[in-house]
């Protein structure tokens, strides 16, 4: 099963002259090295996925058909979440797809370029071979039912 979300809050970002890093970070502690970073695979061989939410942070951001604002002209970005959500939902895991389209600006908007995720919705479940359940926020009661 399959739930995709809109991200519609951000963390703050601050600016300064020179980028900070998290290791620059005076408290802060790795505990895995950077050797041990694993892909979806290497997890996958460490973990049971079976029945475990995996949230997936996904570029969603397709051209949509100027004559309706709805149709998806370009599935290129959709059929790159493919072969990852593919495998994780093989692997029995409740993939959540956690995403945002065009540039909201904090509003929210129900169709075209900057509105909800609506237009992916059918062309992901044909690409995926199952439901795809779309929610309309990221938190609370509908997100927390998706993702059970």
Excluded: W, Y
């Excluded at 994780?88 to 995403?99: C, E, H, Q, T, Y």
């Amino acid at each position: 099963r399959l739930a995709a979300s809109t991200l519609g809050r951000r963390a703050a970002a601050t600016s300064s002259a020179r980028p900070t890093t998290l290791a620059a970070t005076a408290n802060f502690h790795s505990s895995i090295p950077a050797e041990a970073k694993l892909n979806v695979e290497g997890l996958a061989e460490k973990v049971d996925l079976s029945g475990q939410n995996v949230l997936m942070r996904v570029d969603l951001n397709v051209p949509l058909s100027k004559e309706d604002d709805v149709t998806v002209t370009d599935d290129t970005r959709l059929r790159a979440i493919v072969p990852t959500a593919k495998f994780l939902l093989d692997k029995g895991a409740n993939v959540i797809l956690a995403s945002h389209f065009g540039r909201p600006k904090g509003e929210v908007i129900e169709t075209g370029k900057n509105g909800r995720l609506n237009p992916v919705v059918e062309p992901l479940k044909e690409l995926l071979g199952v439901d795809v359940q779309k929610v309309s926020d990221c938190i609370g009661p509908e997100a927390e039912e998706a993702a059970s």
